[in-house]
């Protein structure tokens, strides 16, 4: 079991820059791919960024490719979004999740096996 909390959402103007962290605890951190998903309102979850369990390898969606970067630091068992660029249609909610199969880097949510509660982005025109 891993359990894992969202932090550093908030409110800010187009253009602006937000980071996010989602910490672990339970299992070592080391042995889960780390994702970052979101939510906009009346939309489906989407698939954001994920790291490798070596953070050596990283995934991103062409929507936020060149804006958003993942990272994660061992040692502190966190994982972080770093989102620059913002524009309104990043608003949503923003969740962690962590994936137990490391051979691979999925962009799939049913591969994840735990989920954070969330922590809310919006970015204002």
């Known amino acids: 079991q891993v359990q894992l909390v969202e932090s550093g959402g908030g409110l800010v103007q187009a253009g602006g820059s937000l980071r996010l962290s989602c910490t672990a605890s339970?299992?070592?951190?080391?042995?889960?791919?780390m994702g970052w998903f979101r939510q906009a309102p009346g939309k489906e979850r989407e698939f954001v960024a994920a790291?490798?369990?070596?953070?050596?390898?990283?995934s991103y969606a062409d929507s936020v490719k060149g804006r958003f970067t993942i990272s994660k630091d061992s040692a502190k068992n966190t994982v972080y979004l770093q989102m620059s660029s913002l524009k309104p249609e990043d608003t949503a909610v923003y969740y962690c999740a962590a994936d137990a199969q490391i051979a691979r880097l999925s962009m799939t949510q049913s591969s994840y096996d735990y989920w954070g509660q969330g922590a809310q982005v919006t970015v204002s025109s």
């Open positions: 790291i490798s369990w070596s953070g050596g390898s990283t």
């Open positions: 339970g299992r070592p951190f080391s042995r889960y791919v």
